[in-house]
């Protein structure tokens, strides 16, 4: 999957995530703001990468502003960021790429 | 098999992780994930991924989950029914139905999506929503349109529009429709959910619209606020004169099964079929509610 554009997703609401996905150059890079960093940053940035990589995304400049999301939360905001910027429907019986 | 009670059925916003994550801690029977009037339209995409995700990987332990999908008339709910049929772990709720075609057209998606998933088909149940005049007339025909059933249920807001008047506090405008809803259910053997009841703040409107939905057989309510759940159940609670007398049906069954004596009899009355059934579920609504625990009446 191809991200042509900047797709947003998610809020700032407490147990959300916001994700910011631009199109990159240089594979994944996260940029990451947490209050709870210091124990879930790595977690988070691995649930953003695989996520990313299971829809085939393999060069995206991230921005992720946490509020205390759960795992199933960063994953469904980076898919919906991910299907915006790459301006396709997400393919449900086909892997999504 | 276990009884599913539906004494609430709460609502929770497809877009909202924080309420999403909570929903199941209030007590709620069932738990709806709402993608249709709760989700703006540009969010649609994002609340279907967010349900999708949570029915998949949060712990739902054995309560009913529900999603609320949109029409497919609207455009959006194929997409909702593709990810939602794939989780294997929802009762599809259809909004606005309004003739049986509308369910086995939604029946015949669920069916191609859960051949192509590999889940077997006709594991994915369904609910009806009916919200207009022509939904309530077809509503026999809706109730009995499909074995995937597990209810049906009514939606006032749009209902009332529809006649051209508005809720009122005692509910006689909902009356013929309520009933029709109830009897379609009862014809087809499956349960009858009624309306929610949006002023939040009034509990004693609240209660008396419960207190009258219970009387006329209804299972339970769609809620909007978890703060509804008590006061629903409570009313939905049989009563210790209730719980004895069932609890002696039973015993009579048992004492009659253990004589091999085909007529059972309490106190000189004759114990039917009826009986027994209204036993049974009264016990069920006692074990829910708390009062009665291995068979013991617990408030005594």
Redesign the interface.
């Known amino acids: 999957m191809e991200l042509k554009k900047v797709g947003i997703s998610g809020t700032l609401e407490s147990s959300d995530v916001m994700i910011t996905l631009e199109p990159g150059s240089g594979g994944i890079e996260i940029d990451l703001t947490s209050s709870v960093e210091k124990q879930f940053g790595d977690a988070i940035r691995k649930e953003i990468t695989s996520t990313l990589k299971s829809m085939g995304v393999t060069n995206a400049h991230v921005t992720a502003v946490d509020k205390g999301a759960l795992d199933c939360v960063i994953r469904a905001r980076v898919k919906t960021a991910a299907c915006r910027a790459a301006e396709v429907e997400y393919a449900w019986g086909g892997g999504g790429q | 098999m276990k009884q599913q009670l539906r004494r609430t059925m709460l609502y929770v916003p497809g877009n909202?992780?924080?309420m999403i994550?909570d929903a199941g801690i209030y007590g709620a029977d069932c738990i709806m994930f709402d993608l249709e009037d709760s989700v703006s339209l540009n969010e649609k995409?994002?609340a279907r991924?967010?349900v999708?995700?949570?029915l998949?990987?949060?712990d739902l332990g054995d309560k009913e989950h529900l999603v609320r999908i949109n029409s497919l008339e609207s455009g959006l709910g194929l997409?909702d029914l593709?990810?939602i049929v794939?989780t294997g772990k929802a009762v599809i709720r259809l909004p606005k139905t309004e003739t049986p075609q509308d369910v086995l057209e939604c029946e015949a998606e669920i069916a191609r999506?859960e051949e192509?998933?590999g889940l077997q088909v006709g594991s994915t149940n369904m609910m009806a929503a009916v919200e207009s005049a022509a939904g309530v007339l077809n509503a026999r025909e809706i109730a009995l349109s499909s074995p995937r059933l597990i209810g049906i249920a009514i939606g006032a807001e749009d209902y009332v529009t529809d006649l051209k008047t508005t809720r009122s506090e005692d509910g006689i405008e909902l009356l013929f429709a309520r009933s029709a809803i109830l009897l379609a259910a009862r014809a087809a053997g499956i349960d009858a959910i009624d309306t929610v009841y949006s002023d939040v703040n009034n509990e004693e409107g609240l209660r008396k619209e419960v207190q009258l939905i219970r009387q006329l057989g209804f299972d339970g309510k769609s809620i909007i606020n978890p703060r509804q759940i008590g006061i629903i159940h409570e009313i939905y609670t049989p009563t210790k004169k209730d719980i004895d007398h069932a609890l002696a049906v039973l015993d009579a069954i048992q004492q009659a099964e253990r004589k091999g004596s085909g007529v059972i009899s309490l106190n000189g009355k004759m114990v039917d079929r009826p009986i027994v059934l209204r036993a049974q579920r009264v016990i069920s609504l006692a074990k829910a509610s708390g009062v009665l625990k291995e068979g013991v009446y617990a408030q005594d």
């Open positions: 909202n992780p924080g994550k995409d994002a991924f967010l999708y995700e949570a998949t990987s949060l997409a593709e990810a794939r999506i192509a998933a």
